[in-house]
Protein backbone atom coordinates (compact mmCIF):
# COMPACT_ATOMS: atom_id res chain seq x y z
CA UNK A 1 0.00 0.00 0.00
CA UNK A 2 1.15 3.43 -0.69
CA UNK A 3 2.31 5.70 2.31
CA UNK A 4 3.03 9.22 2.50
CA UNK A 5 5.09 10.29 5.81
CA UNK A 6 5.76 13.64 6.54
CA UNK A 7 8.53 13.90 9.39
CA UNK A 8 8.00 17.46 10.33
CA UNK A 9 4.88 18.15 12.38
CA UNK A 10 5.96 22.11 12.52
CA UNK A 11 8.28 24.13 11.21
CA UNK A 12 9.05 28.07 11.47
CA UNK A 13 10.98 30.50 9.07
CA UNK A 14 11.66 34.32 9.21
CA UNK A 15 9.58 36.09 6.81
CA UNK A 16 11.56 36.69 3.68
CA UNK A 17 13.61 34.11 4.37
CA UNK A 18 13.51 29.94 2.79
CA UNK A 19 12.36 26.85 4.39
CA UNK A 20 12.30 23.35 3.12
CA UNK A 21 9.22 21.07 3.98
CA UNK A 22 10.61 17.30 3.80
CA UNK A 23 8.06 14.31 2.43
CA UNK A 24 8.57 10.86 1.70
CA UNK A 25 6.51 8.39 -0.13
CA UNK A 26 6.46 4.70 -0.69
CA UNK A 27 4.86 3.05 -3.68
CA UNK A 28 5.84 -0.21 -5.94
CA UNK A 29 4.30 2.25 -8.96
CA UNK A 30 6.17 3.61 -11.64
CA UNK A 31 4.10 6.53 -13.04
CA UNK A 32 2.20 8.62 -10.31
CA UNK A 33 1.33 12.30 -8.85
CA UNK A 34 2.76 14.48 -6.23
CA UNK A 35 1.51 16.98 -4.82
CA UNK A 36 1.76 19.79 -2.00
CA UNK A 37 -1.57 21.19 -0.57
CA UNK A 38 -1.97 24.38 1.91
CA UNK A 39 -4.64 24.24 4.26
CA UNK A 40 -4.72 27.64 5.85
CA UNK A 41 -6.55 28.30 9.41
CA UNK A 42 -10.48 27.67 8.87
CA UNK A 43 -10.21 27.55 4.92
CA UNK A 44 -10.04 25.46 2.33
CA UNK A 45 -7.28 23.60 1.11
CA UNK A 46 -5.72 24.90 -2.44
CA UNK A 47 -3.03 23.12 -4.23
CA UNK A 48 0.78 24.85 -4.32
CA UNK A 49 2.47 23.00 -6.55
CA UNK A 50 2.34 19.37 -8.41
CA UNK A 51 4.48 16.60 -9.85
CA UNK A 52 4.61 14.06 -12.32
CA UNK A 53 7.03 10.70 -11.72
CA UNK A 54 7.55 10.49 -15.17
CA UNK A 55 8.94 14.02 -15.79
CA UNK A 56 12.80 14.34 -14.46
CA UNK A 57 12.20 18.27 -13.81
CA UNK A 58 11.69 19.48 -11.03
CA UNK A 59 8.06 21.61 -11.07
CA UNK A 60 8.07 25.25 -9.99
CA UNK A 61 5.39 27.87 -8.87
CA UNK A 62 6.26 31.27 -8.51
CA UNK A 63 8.13 31.11 -4.55
CA UNK A 64 7.60 27.18 -4.58
CA UNK A 65 9.68 24.61 -6.05
CA UNK A 66 10.10 20.99 -5.32
CA UNK A 67 13.22 18.85 -4.92
CA UNK A 68 11.88 15.05 -6.61
CA UNK A 69 14.63 12.73 -5.88
CA UNK A 70 12.31 9.32 -6.92
CA UNK A 71 15.07 6.49 -6.71
CA UNK A 72 14.72 8.06 -3.10
CA UNK A 73 11.18 8.36 -2.67
CA UNK A 74 11.50 12.18 -1.60
CA UNK A 75 9.14 14.97 -3.00
CA UNK A 76 10.47 18.07 -0.65
CA UNK A 77 9.11 21.81 -0.59
CA UNK A 78 11.12 25.12 -0.96
CA UNK A 79 9.45 28.02 -0.25
CA UNK A 80 11.79 31.29 -0.90
CA UNK A 81 11.11 34.74 -0.03
CA UNK A 82 8.38 33.35 2.96
CA UNK A 83 5.85 35.99 3.11
CA UNK A 84 3.41 35.83 6.78
CA UNK A 85 0.09 34.62 4.22
CA UNK A 86 2.32 31.31 3.35
CA UNK A 87 1.52 30.15 7.70
CA UNK A 88 -0.74 27.41 6.95
CA UNK A 89 -0.60 23.63 7.11
CA UNK A 90 1.16 21.79 4.29
CA UNK A 91 0.34 18.58 3.13
CA UNK A 92 2.04 16.15 0.65
CA UNK A 93 -0.18 13.74 -1.10
CA UNK A 94 0.13 10.81 -3.75
CA UNK A 95 -2.18 10.43 -6.73
CA UNK A 96 -2.00 7.17 -9.31
CA UNK A 97 -2.85 8.41 -12.63
CA UNK A 98 -6.21 7.73 -13.95
CA UNK A 99 -7.78 4.81 -13.89
CA UNK A 100 -10.83 3.94 -11.90
CA UNK A 101 -9.53 5.70 -8.49
CA UNK A 102 -8.72 9.31 -8.18
CA UNK A 103 -7.88 9.40 -4.65
CA UNK A 104 -5.28 11.04 -2.89
CA UNK A 105 -2.96 9.64 0.13
CA UNK A 106 -2.06 12.11 2.32
CA UNK A 107 0.81 12.90 4.63
CA UNK A 108 -0.30 13.48 7.79
CA UNK A 109 1.04 17.24 7.33
CA UNK A 110 3.52 20.30 8.62
CA UNK A 111 2.51 23.55 10.13
CA UNK A 112 4.25 25.88 8.99
CA UNK A 113 4.67 29.66 10.83
CA UNK A 114 5.85 32.59 9.70
CA UNK A 115 7.82 34.87 11.68
CA UNK A 116 7.73 38.79 10.91
CA UNK B 1 -18.68 29.62 -10.13
CA UNK B 2 -17.28 30.20 -6.29
CA UNK B 3 -15.68 26.72 -6.32
CA UNK B 4 -16.89 23.15 -4.04
CA UNK B 5 -19.18 24.49 -1.32
CA UNK B 6 -20.24 22.79 1.81
CA UNK B 7 -23.07 22.76 4.22
CA UNK B 8 -23.64 23.23 7.01
CA UNK B 9 -19.95 24.37 7.95
CA UNK B 10 -20.65 22.96 11.36
CA UNK B 11 -22.79 20.39 13.32
CA UNK B 12 -22.90 19.57 16.80
CA UNK B 13 -25.01 16.65 17.49
CA UNK B 14 -25.58 14.38 20.35
CA UNK B 15 -24.27 10.93 20.12
CA UNK B 16 -26.86 8.14 18.57
CA UNK B 17 -28.44 11.09 16.29
CA UNK B 18 -28.27 10.81 12.61
CA UNK B 19 -26.68 13.57 10.50
CA UNK B 20 -26.43 14.75 7.02
CA UNK B 21 -23.66 16.75 5.06
CA UNK B 22 -24.29 18.21 1.88
CA UNK B 23 -21.59 19.29 -0.87
CA UNK B 24 -22.00 21.09 -4.48
CA UNK B 25 -18.91 20.55 -6.27
CA UNK B 26 -17.71 22.97 -9.30
CA UNK B 27 -20.51 22.12 -11.66
CA UNK B 28 -17.88 21.03 -14.97
CA UNK B 29 -16.33 18.32 -12.13
CA UNK B 30 -17.84 15.01 -13.21
CA UNK B 31 -15.79 13.44 -10.24
CA UNK B 32 -16.90 13.85 -6.04
CA UNK B 33 -14.72 13.01 -2.99
CA UNK B 34 -15.32 12.47 0.67
CA UNK B 35 -12.29 12.43 3.03
CA UNK B 36 -12.60 12.65 6.75
CA UNK B 37 -9.44 15.05 8.79
CA UNK B 38 -9.34 14.40 12.65
CA UNK B 39 -6.94 16.60 14.60
CA UNK B 40 -3.37 16.41 13.57
CA UNK B 41 -3.60 14.40 10.28
CA UNK B 42 -4.37 14.53 6.85
CA UNK B 43 -7.17 13.78 5.24
CA UNK B 44 -8.31 10.52 4.80
CA UNK B 45 -10.43 9.48 1.72
CA UNK B 46 -13.56 7.85 2.30
CA UNK B 47 -15.39 7.55 -0.96
CA UNK B 48 -15.40 8.66 -4.63
CA UNK B 49 -18.22 9.50 -6.84
CA UNK B 50 -17.60 9.29 -10.75
CA UNK B 51 -21.02 11.31 -11.99
CA UNK B 52 -23.60 9.54 -10.00
CA UNK B 53 -21.88 6.14 -10.21
CA UNK B 54 -19.66 5.09 -6.34
CA UNK B 55 -16.99 3.71 -7.81
CA UNK B 56 -15.05 3.07 -4.34
CA UNK B 57 -15.26 3.34 -0.69
CA UNK B 58 -12.78 3.52 1.74
CA UNK B 59 -12.96 0.73 4.73
CA UNK B 60 -13.13 3.58 6.95
CA UNK B 61 -16.47 3.65 5.57
CA UNK B 62 -18.40 1.82 8.50
CA UNK B 63 -22.46 0.89 7.46
CA UNK B 64 -23.28 3.44 9.63
CA UNK B 65 -22.04 5.35 6.46
CA UNK B 66 -23.91 6.10 3.23
CA UNK B 67 -23.52 8.84 0.44
CA UNK B 68 -24.77 9.44 -2.41
CA UNK B 69 -24.62 11.56 -5.66
CA UNK B 70 -28.25 11.02 -7.36
CA UNK B 71 -28.15 13.35 -10.39
CA UNK B 72 -24.45 13.60 -10.91
CA UNK B 73 -24.33 17.05 -9.22
CA UNK B 74 -24.32 17.60 -5.09
CA UNK B 75 -23.74 14.94 -2.82
CA UNK B 76 -25.08 13.84 0.79
CA UNK B 77 -22.73 12.13 3.42
CA UNK B 78 -25.12 10.51 5.77
CA UNK B 79 -23.90 9.24 9.16
CA UNK B 80 -26.49 7.37 11.11
CA UNK B 81 -26.14 6.73 15.23
CA UNK B 82 -23.49 8.90 15.80
CA UNK B 83 -20.38 8.12 17.92
CA UNK B 84 -17.95 9.94 19.15
CA UNK B 85 -15.40 8.99 16.94
CA UNK B 86 -17.33 10.45 14.36
CA UNK B 87 -15.84 13.57 15.53
CA UNK B 88 -13.76 15.38 12.98
CA UNK B 89 -13.75 17.27 9.85
CA UNK B 90 -15.49 16.02 6.51
CA UNK B 91 -14.11 17.69 3.49
CA UNK B 92 -15.80 17.34 -0.11
CA UNK B 93 -13.62 17.57 -3.12
CA UNK B 94 -14.28 17.33 -7.16
CA UNK B 95 -11.99 17.23 -10.20
CA UNK B 96 -12.59 16.59 -14.00
CA UNK B 97 -11.18 12.86 -15.02
CA UNK B 98 -8.51 14.65 -17.19
CA UNK B 99 -5.19 13.39 -16.26
CA UNK B 100 -2.95 14.65 -13.73
CA UNK B 101 -5.83 17.33 -12.61
CA UNK B 102 -6.05 18.49 -9.27
CA UNK B 103 -8.65 18.04 -6.96
CA UNK B 104 -10.38 21.19 -5.60
CA UNK B 105 -11.71 20.96 -1.87
CA UNK B 106 -14.25 22.97 -0.38
CA UNK B 107 -14.20 24.54 3.63
CA UNK B 108 -15.42 20.94 5.14
CA UNK B 109 -18.00 20.34 7.64
CA UNK B 110 -16.97 20.44 11.18
CA UNK B 111 -18.74 17.50 12.96
CA UNK B 112 -18.88 17.20 16.82
CA UNK B 113 -20.47 14.50 18.75
CA UNK B 114 -21.40 14.98 22.37
Known amino acids: AQTVTQSQPEMSVQEAETVTLSCTYDTSESDYYLFWYKQPPSRQMILVIRQEAYKQQNATENRFSVNFQKAAKSFSLKISDSQLGDAAMYFC?????????????FGTGTLLAVQP | DTGVSQNPRHKITKRGQNVTFRCDPISEHNRLYWYRQTLGQGPEFLTY????????KSRLLSDRFSAERPKGSFSTLEIQRTEQGDSAMYLC????????????FGQGTRLTVV
Open chain 2, 93 to 104: ASSTDRPGTEAF
Open chain 2, 49 to 56: FQNEAQLE
Open chain 1, 93 to 105: AYRLPGGATNKLI
